[in-house]
């Protein structure tokens, strides 16, 4: 027993002249050779980064900040002014306000269900957002356009 | 020579089998073996990522935010989104439920409801929906400053944070108990 398994235990020197031989392809996928190509699609993969854009970089910074400075004068004069009597700034601030909220929310949804860790409820979280944000922008279309507007509604619930 | 030994079960038995006759000793290989028998299981090479996530998934997590000193930088960063998300919620919720049954939410409704409540849940309810409304749109203010460039210190993130919870605490009070 003891001379096979010291036979057993030098074969591995006499075979490693063979290692660089092809091998099949299940090991040709993951082994790493000198000089070759670095197989990807493994655990190890470093990190890929977004393609640089304005559009999702500097173009989105400037309108989300435009949009936040727009909000306070439209604010202002929502409380200085009935709803009902200038439409206009009824209108011009649900709108304002649903994109800003949108916006908000989705910065949220990035940092905290981004799809590179979470594939499926990442897709699932942003996709869920756009749409409701658009049940919400014809909601208050709605309500300003049917009822006393926005406004209005949240003067009278105050003073209610 | 000693720096240059083998470690593992095959060098043993390489050396113990090689050495000089006046050193081989069938006890040490005996113990060799009888010690160091272990089993081996046959993967094949794609195993290694799935081990690999197995292991990383049973790794500890350092604590972060459970440990972490509340400080007015990060406490009030927090709060900022947490108050902006629960507005919008409302607002949100409001306009879908509006979408959906606009009888039962348009405004006569809305106001009704509102005016059975008592006085002191009413200005509870005021109170509640002032105080985030008046901090997000004040620290607003203050992220504003910091992307036109001000106030990018520590000093100044903390006395324009003081000065945005002092000017919170005065509106919440002044919208609370406007009639």
């Known amino acids: ?81 009935s709803g009902s009597n200038f439409p206009i700034v009824d209108n011009l601030l649900g709108l304002s306000l649903v994109i800003h909220s949108h916006l908000g929310f989705n910065q949220a949804v990035v940092d905290y269900l981004h799809t590179r860790k979470f594939p499926v409820i990442g897709r699932i979280a942003t996709w869920g957002l756009r749409t409701l944000t658009a049940a919400t922008l014809i909601g208050v279309y709605q309500f300003n356009a049917n009822n006393i507007g926005l406004t209005e509604l949240i003067a009278k619930v105050w003073t209610a | 020579m000693m720096a240059s030994r083998a470690l593992g079960i095959g060098a043993a038995l390489r050396q113990s089998a090689l050495a000089p006759r006046t050193l081989r000793n069938n006890a040490v290989m005996r113990n060799v073996v009888a010690r160091r028998s272990v089993t081996t299981n046959s993967l094949p090479p794609s195993a290694a990522d799935s081990i690999l996530n197995e292991q990383r998934l049973k790794r500890p ?13 990060w406490v009030g960063s927090i709060a900022n989104r947490v108050t902006g998300v629960g507005l919008s919620v409302l607002l949100y919720g409001f306009s879908i439920a509006y979408l959906i049954a606009p009888g039962t939410f348009d405004s006569t409704h809305v106001i009704e409801a509102v005016q059975t409540l008592p006085e002191s849940v009413k200005y509870a309810g005021k109170f509640i929906l002032a105080a985030p409304f008046s901090y997000h749109a004040i620290n607003g203010l203050r992220h504003l400053a910091w992307d036109s460039g001000k106030f990018l210190s520590v000093k100044g993130a903390y006395s324009t944070g003081y000065a945005v919870l002092g000017a919170t605490a005065v509106s919440s009070v002044i919208l609370t108990l406007i009639k």
Do not use: C
């Open chain 2, 61 to 73: 997590n350092s604590p972060h935010f459970t440990i972490y000193q509340p400080q007015l930088t």
């Open chain 1, 1 to 81: 027993m003891s001379t096979s398994l010291l036979v057993r235990s030098t074969l591995p020197r006499a075979l490693a002249h063979r290692a660089i031989l092809p091998r099949n392809n299940s090991t040709l996928k993951h082994a790493y050779v000198p000089g070759g190509p670095i197989p990807k699609g493994s655990a190890n993969d470093a990190t890929t980064f977004p393609p640089p854009s304005p559009t999702h970089g500097s173009y989105h910074w400037v309108f989300e900040r435009s949009l936040s400075a727009a909000l306070i004068p439209l604010t202002a004069a929502a409380f200085v002014t």
